[in-house]
Structure formats: C-alpha cells, structure tokens
C-alpha cells in the first residue's frame, strides 16, 4: 500500500518527464447507472448561459469536497465549452491550501462560443486558456482584452473539433504536468477515444436516474467490441458518506 501511495503522488512528473505531455485524469460524479445529469429541458435554449440557477449536485457534500482536493492536485482543469454555457462553472480550487502555481482553467471551444458573461471570463486573469479549432478574430479580441488566453490548435479532427492529442502535447509545451478532465458526456468520450487517459476518478451517488434521455457518462459512438473497452486497472474504492468512488488506470506512468 506504501509503495502505491508513493508511485501516486508522483505519478504526474513521471509522465510528464517520460513522455513531455501532462497526466490525465477523467474525472466524474454519475448515478448507480452511468448517468451524469437529468434529461435536458426542452425549454431552455441549448447557447444561452444559465447563471443565478441554483445548481442541482448528483453528488454528496463530501464527495464534492474531495473534487477540491484533486483539483488542488492538477495544474490545469479541462471542459468543453458547453459545460461552461449550460453551467456556468468557476473551475476554481476551494481547497483554500496554497498552490505551487495558477491552477489554469482550460476550455476547449472550436468556434469561440464561450460568453463574455461567464463567470470565467469575469474572473480570467491570464489563468484562463480558450483552445479553439477556429478563431473569429472579433471575439478572439474580446476574450483576450478580458485576460483569456486563447490558441488555435492546428488539425482539428474530422468534426471540428480540437484534436485532444494535439491539446495535451500543446499544455506539456506549457510545462502543464497534470490535467483534470471534468467534461461532459462528449468531452468524456472524446477523451477516451483519443487514448489520452491515464487514470479515472469516478464518483457514484446512490441515486437512479434510467430513462434514454438522461445523459451519459460518455456520449459519442462508443467502443464496437467489448474487447475494444477501456480497461481500468489496479482500482481502489473510496467512500464519501453514502457515496463511493472508484479509482483506477487505463495507463501506467511507469512503465518503460
């Protein structure tokens, strides 16, 4: 058990000395069945930004106190754009312990839809980076003349989007040692498919939400073949109150 504990808190140097790009860890907080949110309203338009909304937790008090820990962990923080518009989060650390630098708040955003509104624009300063598939110079201004960094990734894939490869080798280039995914279901897809997951931190509530509308852990076409399924191995448990969470790697960061 020591020598897991000791190999875990150093886990992200020694990806980022092996191989020059961050470790990654996804990231969630699901039903019993794999569900990360209620159906969407029909009434609420898809782009436009919910603020003053009281958030609804799938998530006990404690388990999302400990997202504060790991976040307190990483170097960065990563969402896609609609996470921001339909949540409007501040991806900050609450930990309240002193960091060793800026955590940076990363959103992938291929054609610069992020609000101005947003509370991470209102509180960018210079810790928030915008990684875009194509950037309209009018908004690119905007964002920036308000503290957001934002970069072109070269090569978007086949949709559009930034090729999450190319967005990882970008934030080793920035000497980013470890990013936390907290995306939603096609964030999480994309981020599986594209092999650059190294460890999952999955939080389960007691909770059953079934129903074909609720959205997915992870959206997207999905792995053909069970044989093709992202492996998660050397798990550990942990409990948060009446939640549980579930630990484990698809990569080992050791390994020659």
């Known amino acids: ?24 860890t996804l990231k969630a907080a699901m039903t019993l069945d794999g569900k990360i949110g209620p159906p969407p309203s029909p009434s609420r338009n898809p782009s436009a930004l919910v603020t003053g909304a009281s958030p609804v937790w799938i998530s006990s008090e404690p388990a999302r106190a400990h997202v504060q820990e790991l976040r307190h962990q990483n170097d960065a923080i990563l969402v896609g754009v609609g996470t921001v518009i339909a949540d409007d989060p501040l991806l900050t650390d609450r930990s309240g312990r002193p960091r060793r630098r800026p955590l940076l ?24 980076l915008v990684l875009c ?10 964002l ?30 920035r ?8 995306g939603g279901a096609m964030v999480n897809w994309a981020a ?5 997951v190294d460890k999952v931190f999955l939080y389960y509530a007691p909770k059953i939400l079934a129903g074909s509308n609720s959205v997915p852990f992870a959206a997207g ?16 448990l942990h409990r ?14 050791y390994a020659e």
């Not at 990363?106 to 300063?125: F, N, Y």
């Not at 599986?192 to 650059?196: D, F, V």
């Open 1 to 24: 058990m020591l020598e897991a504990d000791a190999k875990a808190l150093n886990e992200s140097f020694a990806r980022y000395i092996r191989d020059h790009v961050p470790f990654v």
């Open 105 to 128: 708040r990363v959103v992938l955003d291929s054609r610069l839809r992020l609000p101005l509104e947003s509370r991470l624009v209102k509180t960018a300063q210079d810790d928030v």
């Open 133 to 142: 598939s194509f950037a309209e110079e009018k908004k690119k201004k905007q």
């Open 144 to 173: 920036q003349n308000r503290g957001v960094q934002v970069e072109q990734i070269p090569k978007p894939t086949s949709e559009g989007h930034p090729d999450l490869a190319a967005v990882v080798r970008h934030l080793g280039q």
């Open 175 to 182: 000497e980013i040692t470890s990013v936390m995914i907290e």
């Open 192 to 196: 599986l498919a594209s092999g650059i």
């Open 221 to 236: 076409t999905g792995f053909a073949r069970l044989s093709d399924a992202a492996t998660v191995k050397a798990t550990r």
């Open 240 to 253: 948060f109150g009446e939640d549980f969470a579930v630990e484990g790697y698809l990569t080992d960061p």
